[in-house]
Nanobody
Framework: QVQLVESGGGLVQPGGSLRLSCAAS????????MDWYRQAPGKARELVAS???????SYSDSVKGRFTISGDNAKNTVYLQMNSLKPEDTAVYLC?????WGQGTQVTVSS
């Protein structure tokens, strides 16, 4: 049984940065893949970034080069560093591991 809690969202200016955290109640690195998704109003849920237990990463084309996913095994936490943020990045960001989901953290990019 794993509980995921996201944090780090907020309001940021275009071009700014945020770092999201996904803290797990138990070890999530027993699972093969950890993901960040985002959900914007009126749009489909989108896979943003993934990291495997071996440290391999992948990104959607829309965030590639701007976002970085990483993990800290000792802290049972997955991070999403978001740089050069754009208004179209505005969404609720959700952590996903296996069939577990966090409740999400709101990211708003606006001037």
């Amino acid at each position: 049984q794993v509980q995921l809690v996201e944090s780090g969202g907020g309001l940021v200016q275009p071009g700014g940065s945020l770092r999201l955290s996904c803290a797990a109640s138990g070890s999530i690195f027993n699972f093969n893949v950890m993901d960040w998704y985002r959900q914007a109003p009126g749009k489909a849920r989108e896979l943003v970034a993934s990291i495997t237990s071996g440290g391999r990463t992948s990104y959607s084309d829309s965030v590639k080069g701007r976002f970085t996913i990483s993990g800290d095994n000792a802290k049972n936490t997955v991070y999403l560093q978001m740089n050069s943020l754009k208004p179209e990045d505005t969404a609720v960001y959700l952590c996903h591991v296996f069939y577990y989901w966090g409740q999400g953290t709101q990211v708003t990019v606006s001037s």
